[in-house]
């Protein structure tokens, strides 16, 4: 029988689980849809089906897929979840059976057994296949239409090891690139580099050793480079194996950025050091000459994870910025410029990624300006234009809560930032969630259309846009 879930912060609120699969034909609409968008928008995040073993992290739950079909004006929802080896297991059982990162807290039925992963972090569209991505194991499968769980997808075989939850799509080529970090399968400096071309097949794969063990969220891509940052959120199998954190905060090894060519290989790598820092989610870089420009949410101090000895991180530096760092190629030096683009505590940032790896001027974000920031409490979606320096902030409203806003174009031929930004808004009073449509280029002014849920969709990660066939 099923347990009360905890009083954990990271499930009560706006993070609490919902405990079902439903689907709603035509969600009332406030304000009108634009006629042109068509298409399907993709969220994913963590929902844990049973009360947790152990320890929780927000980074623990099963994966849910949350899909809004967009078409003539209409929305219709449905969610289920990526029914992976875990999820089918602990149905079955009607509990938890995994633990979220010490595998000696797993109950004994399960130990030793391999899974699949919780597919919980992001969805894309590629190839034609609908992947769910977790930055542990290989991409799940989903039917796009119906969100029924088709199962691990290792592209015919070929790829090895896990793939990071923000591969890169290259708008030009079609060519998706990603890596993998703890790329042998444990806590390790190995990593991986992978191609896959616009059909979906795997055409390139090769392996580095990074500087350290670290977890690594996130990498850049230019039409040139690639790049990937190593920062102090260190991974330790030793440290797990005592019943210390398995991941946390180690500034003293501060931060190495590997920056190799695409038309090269890892063994092309120049590494750069930096002072301690951590990003999640970067918006996006480019290359001009020999000048590689990276703009990212940073924070000084990595969120959500320990000191080594398990004692909680400073919040005051866990507070994320809009940052650009820039190195010099030409340089024979190991340093890079830095320089804070904006004071305003944001993340989840993204783009018109038609622009991805290339001069952009547009960029999208959440973001938050209470006086005391905490994770999933965004209250505004902001547009920062490159080129002026002008930030613009939607405020999502009293009592609600924005997820990372998603852009999507107007038409493959319109300028940039021509178009519409999506997110799902949890209203606290409601107890409930909205899809926000808003015009990208007046991201202050009034909602295009609002989409209500009659239930919330708890605080999750990433999604993306699945355009419709014409």
Avoid at 462 to 468: E, K, T, V
Wanted: aromatic letters at 12%.
């Amino acid at each position: 029988m099923a347990k009360l879930f905890p009083d954990h912060p990271n499930l009560v609120g706006g993070f609490a689980p919902i405990q079902m699969e439903c689907d709603a034909p035509d969600l009332v609409i406030e304000g009108e849809v634009p006629k042109d968008l068509f298409g399907t928008f993709f969220r994913n995040g963590p929902n844990p089906q049973f009360a947790p073993r152990g320890e929780h992290h927000w980074f623990a739950g099963d994966g849910m897929i949350h899909g809004f079909y967009v078409e003539n004006g209409r929305v219709a929802y449905k969610n289920r979840w990526c029914k992976t080896v875990k999820w089918n297991k602990e149905h079955d059982a009607g509990k938890a059976l995994f633990a979220a990162f010490n595998p000696m807290d797993a109950d004994e039925s399960v130990q030793g057994i391999e899974t699949d992963g919780l597919a919980n972090t992001n969805v894309i569209w590629h190839g034609n296949k609908l992947l769910a991505l977790e930055e542990g194991h290989a991409p799940f499968e989903l039917d796009p239409e119906t969100l029924d769980s088709k199962g691990a997808w290792t592209f015919d075989g070929k790829l090895v090891g896990p793939m990071t939850a923000h591969p890169k799509i290259d708008y030009e080529t079609g060519e998706m690139l990603f890596f993998g970090y703890n790329a042998d399968g444990l806590i390790s400096e190995h990593m991986s580099f992978h191609v896959v071309d616009k059909s979906g097949k795997l055409i390139r794969s090769e392996t580095f050793t990074a500087p350290y063990a670290a977890m690594v969220h996130d990498f850049m891509v230019t039409k040139e480079h690639v790049i990937f940052p190593i920062m102090p959120l260190t991974g330790s199998m030793e440290r797990a194996m005592s019943g210390a954190p398995a991941y946390a905060w180690e500034p003293e090894k501060g931060v190495h950025i590997g920056i190799m060519p695409r038309n090269g290989s890892v063994e092309d790598m120049r590494w750069f050091r930096g002072d301690p820092a951590y990003v999640f989610h970067p918006m996006n870089a480019h290359t001009d000459g020999d000048i590689v420009t990276c703009d990212v949410c940073e924070f000084e101090q990595a969120p959500l994870f320990p000191l080594p000895d398990g004692t909680p991180g400073d919040p005051d530096k866990a507070i994320p910025r809009l940052t650009r760092w820039t190195f010099d190629l030409s340089r024979n030096t190991d340093d890079y410029q830095w320089e804070r683009l904006d004071e305003v505590a944001c993340e989840f940032p993204r783009l018109d990624e038609r622009f991805a790896g290339r001069q952009y001027r547009h960029g999208f974000l959440a973001c938050d300006n209470n006086p005391e920031f905490s994770i999933g409490g965004f209250n505004g979606i902001a547009h920062g234009d490159h080129v002026t320096g002008k930030f613009d902030v939607h405020d999502v409203g009293a009592a609600c809560a924005t997820s990372e806003p998603v852009f999507v174009p107007r038409a493959d031929s319109t300028e940039e930032g021509a178009g519409y930004l999506l997110a799902n808004i949890y209203d606290a009073e409601r107890k409930a969630s909205h899809l926000l449509i808003l015009d990208a280029q007046n991201v202050a002014g009034e909602p295009l259309a609002k989409a209500y849920l009659d239930h919330r969709i708890p605080f999750g990660f990433h999604g993306n846009w699945r355009p419709g066939a014409n």
